[in-house]
């Protein structure tokens, strides 16, 4: 019989053949034949006789069987071939099978890499929220929604996301968008009743609980039940707010103490700010209070953040300062070269605070922290106050009496030049390892004596004594105008303490101070530069911003006409997930900076390319021409592809000179590489698309 096989295929007659192999039992053999002549459903049916499902399943996906493969994928999954099963779907690009059976099998990583590539933003969300990558979830989350911005799905999932990631006031308008579907309404509501009233609005919470009650009336009856509920079911009695577990404390202030604390949310470490309720009163829980509300709008790399507040529970969450503070490291005093750092560190701070109208009052070593690289944040806002023309203070003293500037000890009305000189006596004793006034009448001594010269007490640099002195000059309007200006005095010192000498050119205006490689205002802002091309006009660098610590593209023109400038503002105009932003230009320098972009060259792909990353590309072009500009350089190498979510980013960086292109070439370009033909615009070639 086995040669009557042979034969019959060697004839040509394989449908004859595998039907004799089947019915002689042989049916991985049967199987075989079949899937050589594309009879991929009786090739599955034979393999499932032979025991192999996972050839069975092959032979279902190519069958385009997908209900049987997936019900066969289901059956391999119960009986622990559930990669097995996963990889078979991910080979035929079945996405959302190949997704789910990564779950099942535990993998994550896998899971949500299948469910970007199937454009199943929600599923792939919630891989990455399991392996903890919170923000990246959030940004597949808000790619989704740019491209369909009525997706209820992701904006349920975003305003989780964003919840858990401390963002409520975004995250409640998500969960608004969310509760408009009648099918995401019960769970978006059950969450914008926490939101609510984290954010201090228990009328809103309430309300948002009985209209989530009204479709599932198994809800917790009071916003406390759910709020307690959202905690992650652990026991909130042993809890700070439901969320947050005391480890140890880490010292005391007149505003409350400070503890080590974990995160049970996110599993982090964080510092807990908490105000005895005996302690609570008037004076002390406004201050308290005003603290965490200023914080919150006072983000800067030099202030130490604010994470959480709950003004119902007497606490606010800060970010945790590894470093400790400055008060343990003045014995003795420290070197120039890191007071002068540690200046412009605390100035950067106090200019960014001054310009939104706040004076913290309370400058002092205790009250600077430093964390994990060694970096110097201002803390403890809890006794500043909002600027109002002519406000005095009223009630007891705040501050530390021994870094007290003159009108803050009489209780003058008071300006942002009080920090200054609250500054000036910290620099003077991590200079000189003592206090300018040794005491005990401080309050005589600041408002009559004159401060030694730092020069005059300890082994100090005679270039620090002017800036010392004017920080601690009694009259306020005799100290620097500004934090800004204060910076440039210390700016201009070397960091070992010796003034900087410059000669002006001839007819040049008086160049600025060199800057010092720390990260202070005067230092260049993007440092470590590394060339990696060039085109015909310019060369192209990668640097790291040292203000927001990321890397970013530089490109430095050789010449800059009037067609590559016209184009490169359409290109910083036009905002889009999926083009490269520019983040600034100079065009007196020739300079621009764009984001640093992470994926690979379309070049080498197939074409033409799927629909989905012609969209994409539409995409990007929409806001450069609607800012009456074209990209004019539509090429497979300029369109990369991101590793982890495959989405496209078009780039702006390194195109080279502008040529005479218009909006209609790049939509031409953009339909040649989806192999199409162009129709119209950019926004009608997307709707064609769609």
């Known amino acids: 019989m086995a040669d009557d096989i042979d034969r019959l295929q060697s004839d040509g007659r394989h449908a004859e053949a595998a039907a004799a192999a089947a019915e002689r039992g042989e049916h991985a053999r049967a199987a075989a034949i079949y899937e050589r002549i594309w009879d991929f459903t009786r090739a599955a049916a034979e393999a499932r006789l032979a025991g192999d499902l996972r050839a069975a399943l092959r032979n279902l996906l190519d069958a385009r069987s997908l209900d049987a493969a997936a019900a066969l994928g289901r059956e391999l999954a119960g009986a622990g071939q559930a990669r097995a099963a996963a990889e078979t779907f991910e080979a035929r690009r079945v996405w959302d099978q190949a997704g789910a059976l990564w779950e099942q099998a535990g ?41 369909e911005p009525n997706d209820a799905r992701a ?48 009328t809103a919470a309430e309300d948002a609980l009985q209209r989530a009650r009204a479709r599932d009336p198994t809800l917790p009856r009071t916003v406390e039940e759910v709020v307690a509920s959202a905690a992650g079911r652990v026991d909130p009695a042993s809890l700070v707010g439901g969320r947050y577990r005391l480890l140890k404390p880490l010292g005391a202030g007149s505003a409350g103490r400070v503890f080590l604390a974990r995160d049970e949310v996110s599993g982090a470490e964080v510092a ?7 302690s609570r009163r008037h004076a002390a829980w406004e201050r308290f209070v005003r603290e965490a509300r200023l914080g919150e709008h006072t983000r800067h790399p030099h202030i130490v953040e604010i994470l959480d507040f709950r003004s119902d529970l007497g606490f606010l969450v800060m970010e945790l300062m590894q470093g400790g503070t400055l008060e343990p490291r003045l014995a003795p005093a420290l070197a120039p070269g890191r007071v002068r750092r540690l200046a412009l560190e605390i100035l950067s701070a106090l200019s960014h605070a001054h310009g939104r109208g706040i004076v913290h009052r309370d400058i002092k070593p205790a009250n600077i922290f430093f964390d994990a690289h060694d970096r110097a944040k201002v803390g403890d806002f809890g006794v500043a106050h909002l600027l109002d023309l002519g406000q005095t203070q009223t009630g007891a003293l705040i501050g530390t009496l021994a870094y007290m500037a003159p009108e803050q000890v009489t209780g003058a009305p008071l300006a942002a030049t009080a920090d200054l000189y609250a500054l000036g006596v910290t620099l003077f004793r991590a200079l000189t390892g003592r206090l300018p006034f040794l005491g005990p009448d401080f309050v005589a001594q600041h408002l009559g004596e004159v401060a030694p010269a730092p020069s005059q007490v300890a082994a100090v640099d005679p270039a620090w004594d002017a800036i010392i002195g004017k920080l601690l000059a009694k009259d306020p309007a005799a100290r620097p105008a500004s934090a800004d200006e204060a910076a440039e005095a210390v700016a201009a010192l070397r960091p070992e303490g010796r003034a900087v000498l410059s000669l002006p050119r001839r007819g040049a205006p008086d160049p600025a101070p060199t800057p010092a490689p720390t990260p202070n205002p005067s230092a260049p802002r993007y440092r470590a530069e590394t060339p990696f091309g060039e085109t015909a006009n310019s060369t192209l660098s990668r640097a790291v911003d040292g203000t927001l610590g990321r890397t970013v593209v530089v490109e430095r023109f050789r010449e800059l006409d009037e067609a590559t400038e016209r184009r ?4 910083a105009a036009g905002t889009s997930p999926f083009l490269q932003r520019v983040l600034s230009f100079d065009r007196a320098e ?45 090429a497979p190498e300029r369109i990369l592809l991101d590793d982890e979510t495959g989405a496209v980013t078009l780039l702006a960086a390194g195109l080279g000179p502008a040529p005479e292109a218009s909006p209609a070439d790049d939509v031409r370009a953009a339909a040649a590489l989806a192999g199409i033909e162009p129709a119209g615009d950019a926004a009608a070639m997307l709707a064609a698309l769609s």
């Open 107 to 147: 993998d994550d990583e896998r899971a949500a890499g299948a469910f970007q590539r199937g454009g199943l933003a929600v599923e792939a969300a919630g891989a990455l929220l399991r392996l903890g990558r919170l923000r990246e979830a959030g940004r597949v989350l808000e790619k989704a929604l740019h491209i």
């Open 272 to 278: 807990l700010k908490l105000l005895d309720s005996a």
């Open 568 to 571: 490169l503002l359409g290109l």
């Open 155 to 202: 904006s349920l999932a975003l305003g989780r996301v964003l919840a858990r990631l401390g963002h409520h006031e975004e995250a409640a308008r998500r969960l608004q968008e969310a509760a408009r579907d009648e099918a995401c309404a019960p769970a978006a509501l059950a969450l914008l009743t926490v939101e609510l009233y984290t954010l201090g609005l228990p």
């Open 590 to 634: 020739r300079v621009a900076i764009y984001e640093a972009p992470v994926g690979r060259p379309l070049t080498g792909r197939a074409h033409p390319v799927p629909r989905r990353l012609a969209s994409e590309l539409l995409r990007a072009l929409l806001p450069v021409h609607a800012a009456g500009a074209a990209h004019g350089a539509i």
